[in-house]
């Protein structure tokens, strides 16, 4: 079963502000990379990393973007974080996806605490738009791992967990044409 929400053109992102975890303050114990598998349905570009903050997650969080074997492919220090809700980090420089290839957007948090929801995904994928997130049948989803950052996130939490971490995708970048000062 594919749950899917209809979204107006992009930038898209799995989930909107309004959507909001079960348990926004799990304590883990130990530093901690938690992320989301994912695909789009077209080519496009990852420009900015996002995850839901609880008001105990303290600490520099640093957000990464992955193939799925494990391969950085960018990576963002958070800044100008508030206490809690949904934080946004653009990378760098906008990544490049191909179409119905899977990647892995990931943030690690020093102190081990994260948002989590567990059983999201049992009811199968969820897809918002041209995104989807992979439910049990497809693999899981959930993916951690602990260490130091960058650690790639390759455990499945129960298949079903949701970590809450979400990227922005757009389908094409517009270069800065301003010039050098």
Not at 52 to 74: A, D
Not at 151 to 157: A, C, I, L, M, S
Request: aromatic share 14%; with cysteine.
């Amino acid at each position: 079963m594919t749950i899917t929400v209809q979204q107006g053109s992009c930038p898209c992102s799995l989930w909107d502000d309004s959507f909001t975890p079960v348990n926004p303050n799990v304590h883990d114990g130990a530093s901690l990379e938690v992320g989301v598998r994912f695909k789009a349905s077209e080519n496009g570009f990852i420009s900015a990393i996002r995850f839901y903050k609880g008001v105990q997650n303290t600490g520099t969080h640093i957000g990464s973007l992955w193939t799925e074997s494990g391969t950085l492919l960018s990576q963002v220090t958070f800044t100008n974080e508030t206490a809690s809700g949904w934080q946004t980090m653009y990378l760098p420089s906008p990544i490049a996806v191909t179409a119905n290839t899977t990647y892995v957007a990931s943030y690690h948090t020093p102190t081990g605490v994260h948002a989590e929801t567990i059983n999201y995904f049992s009811a199968g994928d969820w897809t918002r738009g041209p995104l989807t997130a992979f439910g049990a049948s497809n693999g899981g989803n959930g993916v951690y791992a602990y260490g130091a950052s960058p650690v790639f996130p390759n455990n499945v939490g129960g298949s079903y967990w949701n970590y809450w971490v979400d990227v922005l995708f757009v389908t094409e970048v517009t270069p800065d044409t301003t010039p050098p000062p």
